[in-house]
């Protein structure tokens, strides 16, 4: 992972429809604002950006170095990509252990790269959604890094983001009403 990838997907763009724009993140001289400007007085503008998303990563045995390397080249994109961000990181198989379940905020972003999931095994997509239920996690978004590799059916978390990589099949999410992103093997390195 000492070697990781640009991320492939625009984050910004892809998650820009769930940032919320109710907590202060910042302050920024570059855009005084505009309030107190026909005073004379030159205060900082306010900046509100906050995602809360949920990424679960499929580390299956159908997952291999390459592909976990991109899925990690893709959280530290979306890591990156805002000022404000809860990051909950779920890795799955056939179930989430509850030690496979962290948080990562701004300024952590170490811990993706040292982090060593417990979990491996067979797939079950499905296992993510129930784990947030019984949980009772309400992110804003939850993005699902995968194979595709995946039972034919899957229970999904209603605002879902699905990226697949360019080796499993999108088949068993195309009823599913969410947003679906292939990736492609060309910006992998062996």
Known sequence: LNELLDPEVDWRDKLRHYITKDLPSNFTYRQPSRKYFSSGIYYPKLLRENV???AAIDV???????????FMSEL???VKGFDQINLRIIY??????????????KGEEDTI????????????ISCVKRYMDEKNYRPTVCVYLTDGCV???PELYPTSLVVVSSTG??????D???NVTKLSHEKMRD
Not at 113 to 124: A, C, D, Q, R, V
Not at 169 to 174: A, E, L, M, R, V
């Open 92 to 105: 799955w198989a056939t179930f989430v252990a509850p030690e496979d379940d962290i948080v990562i905020r």
């Open 176 to 178: 599913k009403g969410v």
């Open 60 to 70: 299956s045995g159908s997952i291999g170095q390459t592909e976990y390397t991109k």
């Open 151 to 153: 039972e034919p059916n």
């Open 169 to 174: 099949s999108i088949d068993s999410f195309k």
């Open 113 to 124: 790269l040292t982090y060593k999931p417990k979990n491996s095994g067979g797939t079950e």
């Open 52 to 54: 809360d998303v949920c």
């Open 76 to 78: 530290m994109g979306i």
